[in-house]
Every structure is written in structure tokens, then in C-alpha cells.
């Protein structure tokens, strides 16, 4: 598909779907592993292969940037950002401390019609689709779940962490053929927990489900000698 950037003549509405669409594509392609961790994110070249301009790349790698998984360094410019068992414990830990907060306010804000698109994304989460749809499917069914729409602040860290984690999540289901089938189930027991309003089931399900996350990367880390 060919997308259009910031170029003479388009207007507001235009770049912003330009930065959008760019913003996705080099999502899928970060957390696919299609660009590997450590990868030099040379603007131009950017922009060529997804034949936009400069703006919507450089937009993009600005909000990549915010959500964990791009890196600006003076001397090598922007990076991919390089996954590490360091940033594994502490994202994780982290996230556990702050999962049994978020889901007593979650559990009360959750409308009915949130509970049913989490529910229609679980059940279209298929155990043959690739892993970025996977992972993008993933991350909008928690997105929806670990809303705390009543909390800003910690609904700003919450997605941050989540953001970061995506990363491991496309690591724990490329390397474990088991894994999806376990998210799965997870993803069905937490819609039935929310539709309860039930706190302590919710923090339950949720951390188990992470945990499994968590298992699975370090032991990929492990394998691969990343420290």
C-alpha cells in the first residue's frame, strides 16, 4: 500500500493519517522483529521504503520513542530499541505491583460495551495468525482491559509498560508454540472476570498471565546470551 506524507497541497487531516499509518507499520516491523533490536532507523531510508516523506517517519519515531520502543542516541541517531533481562525485571516487577491497583479501579469503570470489543478481540485472536497481528491484537485487548480511565497518571505508566512489553510478548510467542494457547484462555477468564467486577480475580488472572510473559522471555533472553 502506498501512503502519502507530508507533501505540498495535503492537509492537516492528511499527515496525521500519514503519521498514523507510518507509526503502525514501523510498530508491526519492531515488534515482528522484521527490525531487529539494536537496528540503525535511518530517516530517509525510512521514508523511501514506505515511499512518504521525511515528516510522518520522523513523527513516528518521536512517538515510538515515548512508547519504549525506539532509542535516540547523539551519535548513532534513532536505534531499535534492545531488549534486555535488566529491563525485563524491572518492567515486570513493576507492572506487579501496579496491576492489583489498576484492576480494582478498572473493574469499576469497565462499561459493558468496553467488556464486549474485549470480548469480540479475544475470540478473534487465532492461534495461526502471525505474530504481529498477534501482538497488535494483543496489546488493543489490554488496552481496552487495563483501561483506569478513572486514574490518568496511572493510566499514562500503565501503557508505557504495556508499550514496552509488547516487545517481550512478540518474544515469549515466536519462541514458545504453547504460549498463545495459554494467552488464549487467559484472555477468556479475565473477560468473564471483568463481567463479574470481580478485583481479586481480575489481579489473579492477569498476574499469572504476565508472569507466563515473563517465564517465557527470560528464558529466550537466556538462550540467545542477552543480558
Not at 473477560?191 to 507466563?212: E, N, W
Amino acid at each position: 500500500m502506498k501512503t502519502t506524507g507530508s507533501r505540498p497541497g495535503l492537509g492537516p487531516s492528511a499527515v496525521r493519517t500519514a503519521h498514523r499509518d507510518v507509526t503502525e507499520r514501523l510498530r508491526d516491523a519492531i515488534v515482528s522483529g522484521v527490525l531487529p533490536a539494536g537496528s540503525r532507523l535511518v530517516q530517509a531510508e525510512l521514508a523511501a521504503n514506505l515511499e512518504v516523506s521525511v515528516t510522518p517517519v520522523r513523527e513516528a519515531l518521536r512517538e515510538l520513542e515515548s512508547q519504549g520502543l525506539v532509542d535516540f542516541d547523539p551519535f548513532r541517531g534513532a536505534t531499535v530499541h534492545q531488549v534486555s533481562l535488566a529491563e525485563l525485571d524491572e518492567v515486570y516487577e513493576i507492572r506487579r505491583t501496579l496491576i492489583p491497583i489498576a484492576a480494582r479501579e478498572r473493574v469499576r469503570t469497565i462499561t459493558d460495551e468496553e467488556i464486549e470489543d474485549a470480548e469480540a478481540i479475544a475470540s478473534a485472536m487465532s492461534l495461526r495468525s502471525d505474530s504481529t497481528r498477534w501482538v497488535e491484537d494483543n496489546r488493543r485487548l489490554h488496552r481496552l482491559l487495563d483501561g483506569t480511565s478513572g486514574q490518568v497518571h496511572l493510566r499514562a505508566i500503565m501503557r508505557r509498560l504495556a508499550d514496552v512489553s509488547s516487545l517481550y510478548v512478540g518474544l515469549s510467542v515466536t519462541t514458545d508454540p504453547t504460549r498463545r494457547r495459554r494467552a488464549r484462555e487467559d484472555h477468556k477468564e479475565l473477560v468473564k472476570a471483568y463481567r463479574k467486577r470481580d478485583a481479586a480475580l481480575v489481579t489473579a488472572i492477569t498476574l499469572r498471565h504476565i508472569g507466563d510473559t515473563e517465564t517465557v522471555a527470560r528464558e529466550a533472553l537466556l538462550r540467545s546470551g542477552t543480558l
